[in-house]
């Protein structure tokens, strides 16, 4: 079952901010929204995760809404090597049977020159 | 952040032959490891949990005989596929989970499978 509903795919230009949304409505009190993303035949990355508070790291800002059922994945100076598809998953943050993460379909990101 | 090895990148090998794939987390103990496939234009789609020094929890419809999976040491987990078949032919895909700090998920680059 999909915990995450993003949008299949969106643009942007290269050096303005790409805003990738991601809903999850279901989300529980002790999951982490985490991003990957995966660019052609390579390996996920690790982007961002957070909790509840805004997070922000040489990579990506997320803004996660107070009551946590949506958030927002800013690339704040997009480049053509940001495209990539992007997974938004909800996770407990610790070890356990439901601390795996499951991937979505993800939204491609395309950067246009 | 860490480094996740795998090894071969890229395989092809002919049906009913088995193939391993390494996985190794280079700066971080990991004492779980996971192994996704991901076939074209599909998501990543988690085959097993491999947990160091027990067996693996495979998910529902993995065949644990035919993805044989040992996790040997807290750095390094492999991947059996046994008696290849040309439906096997997929993007495998490691990750390893750094036991300190938050228990982050770091993926390996992959190794593309073709089962001629």
């Given at each position: 079952d999909a915990k995450t509903t993003q949008p299949t795919s969106m643009d942007c230009a290269e050096g303005r901010a790409a805003n990738l949304p991601c809903n999850?409505?279901?989300?529980?009190?002790?999951?982490?929204?985490?991003?990957?993303?995966?660019?052609?035949?390579?390996?996920?990355?690790?982007?961002?995760?957070g909790l509840k508070n805004?997070?922000?790291?040489?990579?990506?800002?997320l803004?996660?809404?107070?009551?946590?059922?949506?958030?927002?994945?800013?690339?704040?100076?997009?480049?053509?090597?940001?495209t990539a598809v992007y997974y938004c998953i909800v996770r407990v943050g610790r070890t356990g049977a439901n601390s795996k993460l499951t991937f979505g379909k993800g939204i491609t990101l395309s950067v246009r020159p | 952040g860490a480094v996740v090895s795998q090894h071969p990148s890229r395989v092809i090998c002919k049906s009913g032959t088995s193939v391993k794939i390494e996985c190794r987390s280079l700066d971080f103990q990991a004492t779980t490891m996971f192994w996704y496939r991901q076939f074209p234009k599909q998501s990543?789609?988690?085959?097993?949990?491999?947990?160091?020094?027990?067996?693996?929890?495979?998910?529902?419809?993995?065949?644990?005989?035919?993805?044989?999976?040992?996790?040997?040491?807290?750095?390094?987990s492999t991947l059996t596929v046994t008696s290849a078949h040309p439906e096997d032919s997929s993007f495998y895909i490691c990750s390893a989970r750094d036991s300190s700090g938050e228990n982050e998920q770091f993926f390996g680059p992959g190794t593309r499978l073709t089962v001629l």
């Open positions: 999850h409505s279901t989300i529980s009190g002790n999951e982490y929204v985490y991003w990957y993303r995966q660019i052609h035949s390579q390996g996920p990355q690790y982007i961002i995760h805004n997070e922000t790291n040489e990579m990506a800002s803004i996660i809404t107070e009551d946590r059922k949506s958030s927002t994945l800013i690339l704040p100076h997009a480049t053509l090597r940001d | 990543l789609m988690l085959m097993a949990t491999s947990n160091e020094g027990s067996k693996a929890t495979y998910e529902q419809g993995v065949e644990k005989d035919k993805f044989l999976i040992n996790h040997a040491s807290l750095t390094l």
